[in-house]
């Protein structure tokens, strides 16, 4: 644990196990018939930066319209969600669209402390300082750490908590997982507690696949940072090169199917792993999924957790939601 000032104590447990899962699951991903690896590799410095850019593109819209319903809709999320003493974010990155939420909690005078949880250490520690530079009096406790294992480190409750997963961010987890992890955030809820999610809706396949594929590059570059994360944290020798960025809209499963495929015939080595693994030309390897929902759709997977909507607030164009849930016993 780092206390780096009094307001800010950041823990990290990303050790040894986490690089132990991390090369367990590059391995079974790499060795399986139809190759995958998980999107949360993506995000080491370079990524989250990346991914910062991908925020501003035109092309990407669930980010804008995110910050659009938080701007205008914060005091009352606020207030339906009983004016929480602590935000618990899940997947916080930068925080950009928390500041919102963070000043209607503030103007409602019941803020108190701030919870960031990501795998990406530079970035919490970046944005923790800046948070308490901007709201004096804010208690930072940020949790490095992958958040579909270690939710129990999670510090003790004092006062009510709003626990939210912004971004869509839900969306880049598979049924099961997302079924699991659910169940998990179900299990943190008190009452008087609620979870704020933030979801894409399902909309035509151009919009989808324009936003996964924009025009000058960049989430392309995002995609492929997952193998520069690969050669330097399992000694591999992707060529990033040799692989181009694909995006598709899977309607049948109402998700973004994003991939790397293979554009020749080609052997990597990871040394760490000491495995080789052969593409064939044209092979596609899976990096992330993103799935889009509907309110039907949200309220049966809430139901499954033991959740309740409690709240449902939207952009004019209803490209995007957040929710709120609450734990039904
Ligand atoms: N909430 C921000 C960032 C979304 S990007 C927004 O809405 O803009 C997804 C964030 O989740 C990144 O900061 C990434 O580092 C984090 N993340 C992805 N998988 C994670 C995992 N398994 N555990 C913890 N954080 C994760
Ligand atoms: C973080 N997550 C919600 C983004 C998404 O839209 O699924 C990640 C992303 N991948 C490509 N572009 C954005």
Known sequence: MTTIEPEITIEVHLDAD???????????GLSAEFKELA??????????RLFEQITELDEYYPTRAERGILADRSPEIVAAAGDPATLVELGSGSAAKTRHLLSAMRDAGCLSTYVPVDISEEITHDTAQCLVDEYPGLEVHGLVCDFEHHLERIPERSGSRLIAFLGGTIGNLYPDARREFLARISGLLEPGDRLLLGTDLVKERRRLEAAYDDAGGVTAEFNKNVLAVLNRELGADFDLDAFEHVARYDAEAGRMDIRLRSLAEQRVRLDDLDLEVAFDAGEEMRTEISSKFTRDGLEAIYAEAGLGLAGWFTDPAADYALSLAQRVD
């Open 39 to 48: 999107p949360k590799y993506f995000y080491d410095d370079r990524g989250s």
């Open 18 to 28: 986490s690089a132990a899962a991390m090369a367990r699951d590059v391995r079974l």
